[in-house]
């Protein structure tokens, strides 16, 4: 058996030689690269949405409040109005009513069988059950005096004839009042402010141009190693909306977005000769020697943030009760904060770090975008595809001999809330 | 050159080029740690990737007490140990073979100038719960107190399963010969 043992010490040296077609190589360290990057932008994302929902969580309840306050407040006022002129009227109505109740009670009783007609501003039903106390009672109340009437005060009538097993119509009391009010409403509150959270998955590509002024100096093999192997990448944009409605057709758009551009590399070759520059020109290619061959390799998405604030202006039409749809048309202020990933060279085909490279970092881009949204009074949710284009070079003019413009296309799906109820 | 010291600080502020650096140099050394635990060469790369994500996302927590190499091995270790764990239904089943148990009566081993990568296929051919429990004890050290609370089974077992782990190891070494 302790021979056997032996067999520990055979292992630990075993492991210490690492086998040679096992060594961790470039690709790893892509790989792993690639993750943290994610796991950083997916924290970013995290915090962000995080703060936008308590955001909009706290002003919705606050809005919420002042409504209610506003309510009470209207409720209040309606009765000292009342008390200005005098009594209460509906607290002498309901007085009355009790009374007049009673007196009738007791003529059913004595089987006179005949209604009297009550100079007060309540009548009782026409039709006498055979159960007295659930009498229909319908209360006349002049119509200035209804207007006053908040849903509070109804549902505290509603309860106190409850009380008294007396039925009363409600409805029919207060019809002609919502009318009135809803009517004042929709005619004057077309001002409106709508604030929430839109998000945006998208696709980003780019349009390539070769800048004039340093044409000479891309590489000959730079379409085919360089600009074939970039193509389309996945983004998200995530931000707060901001809308203000001037009428109801007219609105304005805007906010602050977190917004990427990508594009996704697939560079696989190897550098075999190098130009040689003449009067900023590349005038002829010398060849490498073979063992200063260099293979580049690299797989991944060039990931350029930018902080978008938006300026559009947008015509909305209704469909039906709930749907209308929108459409917005504007400029962006595209101020570019980060930029990750790698590029290969249009002059020498090597990598260089987006880093290292110049960029303009204030842009302008212009978008528009038209779609379907659910209209609540107090919620609009939208669902509309979008297409955005930078109108200037992200890259410096000066150093890069290809200029890129981003584009993307995508859904933009966004939640907004109503400052004032509609 | 950058001190291990400043080398882990920096890191530990997501500094991106010091996480190159220590990957660059620790990579081998954990790309060995991980062919033992795995099966083939691409799950023992995504054991790489895996551990490593893991290091830099937990590096924080490295108070320094023991040497970086040897913190991240135990990482690599409780990562390997996890995965088998989630993919136990997945495990290869122990064939059994009269020859290898002939074989495993001979107490005569093998001498160490065996070729490395030969040993380290034959603990790779070996069904797990051998292979996990040799691995630990004989390569990383454990004990079996250690081994039993990591594995979840008793010291005893942990001890049974070394013994035949070695008799079985030394058995494919001596087919291999």
Not at chain 1, 190 to 196: A, L, M, V
């Amino acid at each position: 058996m302790d021979n056997l043992k032996q067999i520990d010490s055979i292992l630990k040296k075993a492991a210490a030689d690492v086998p040679a077609n096992a060594m961790a190589d470039a690709s790893d360290w892509n790989a792993i690269e690639q993750r943290l990057k994610y796991r950083k932008n997916r924290i970013i994302g995290m915090w962000f949405f995080l703060a936008l929902s308590i955001f909009t969580a706290v002003s919705y309840t606050i809005t919420r409040q002042k409504d209610y306050s506003d309510t009470l407040q209207n409720s209040n006022s309606s009765q000292k109005v009342t008390s200005i002129h005098g009594n209460d009227p509906l607290k002498e109505q309901i007085e009355t009513s009790e009374k007049l109740i009673d007196i009738n009670r007791e003529k059913e009783d004595i089987s006179t069988g005949k209604k009297d007609d009550v100079e007060s501003k309540i009548e009782t039903g026409k039709k006498i059950n055979k159960k007295p106390e659930y009498k229909p009672v319908k209360l006349n109340i002049l119509d200035d005096q209804k207007s006053t009437f908040t849903s509070l005060q109804r549902v505290k009538m509603c309860q106190l004839y409850a009380h008294k097993k007396i039925k009363i119509k409600p409805e029919l009391i207060f019809y002609q009042n919502n009318l009135k009010v809803s009517k004042q409403t929709h005619s004057k509150n077309h001002k409106n402010w709508e604030y929430g959270i839109a998000f945006t998955p998208a696709i980003t590509h780019k349009y390539l141009k070769e800048n004039k002024a340093l044409s000479g100096l891309i590489n000959r093999n730079f379409k085919q190693f360089i600009e074939s192997k970039e193509d389309a990448a996945y983004t998200t944009s995530l931000g707060l909306d901001l809308v203000y409605h001037f009428n109801s057709k007219l609105f304005f758009s805007s906010g602050v977005y977190s917004t990427q551009r990508s594009e996704q590399i697939n560079y696989n070759y190897t550098i075999t000769e190098f130009p040689i520059v003449t009067n900023g020109k590349i005038t002829d290619y010398a060849p490498l020697n073979p063992l200063a061959y260099e293979n580049i390799t690299f797989t991944g998405s060039n990931l350029y943030h930018f902080i978008e604030i938006p300026l559009n202006i947008g015509y909305r039409q209704s469909i039906s009760t709930n749907f209308e749809i929108r459409t917005q048309f504007g400029l962006s202020l595209m101020s570019l904060t980060k930029r990750e990933g790698k590029k290969g060279n249009f002059l020498n085909l090597k990598l260089d770090d987006l880093t290292n490279l110049t960029f303009n970092n204030q842009n302008i881009a212009t978008s528009i975008k038209t779609g379907l949204y659910y209209n609540k009074p107090r919620l609009v949710i939208g669902l509309e595809p979008n297409y955005a284009v930078n109108l200037n070079a992200l890259n410096d003019k000066k150093t890069n001999a290809i200029l890129s413009r981003p584009y993307s296309y995508g859904i933009n799906i966004i939640t907004n809330v109503k400052l004032n109820k509609k | 050159m950058i001190s291990e010291e400043e080398l882990i600080r920096r890191c530990k502020e997501h500094d991106r080029s010091a996480q190159k650096m220590l990957f660059e140099k620790y990579a081998n050394k954990m790309m060995a740690v991980c062919i033992r635990y795995c099966k083939n060469q691409e799950d023992a790369k995504d054991l790489l990737q895996d551990g490593y994500y893991k290091v830099f996302t937990s590096i924080k927590s490295f108070k320094g007490n023991s040497k970086i190499d040897t913190w991240m091995t135990r990482i690599f270790i409780n990562i390997a140990l996890n995965k088998q764990r989630l993919g136990r239904n997945k495990y290869n089943h122990y064939e059994f073979d009269t020859n290898f148990e002939k074989a495993e009566m001979s107490e005569e081993v093998p001498n160490e100038e065996i070729d490395a990568k030969i040993v380290i296929n034959a603990l790779n051919e070996l069904p797990d719960i051998y292979k996990v429990v040799l691995n630990l004890y004989a390569i990383d050290g454990l004990s079996h107190k250690d081994i039993a609370k990591q594995l979840g089974i008793s010291e005893g077992s942990s001890k049974s399963r070394l013994s035949r782990g070695r008799s079985l190891l030394n058995a494919k070494l001596k087919r291999k010969k």
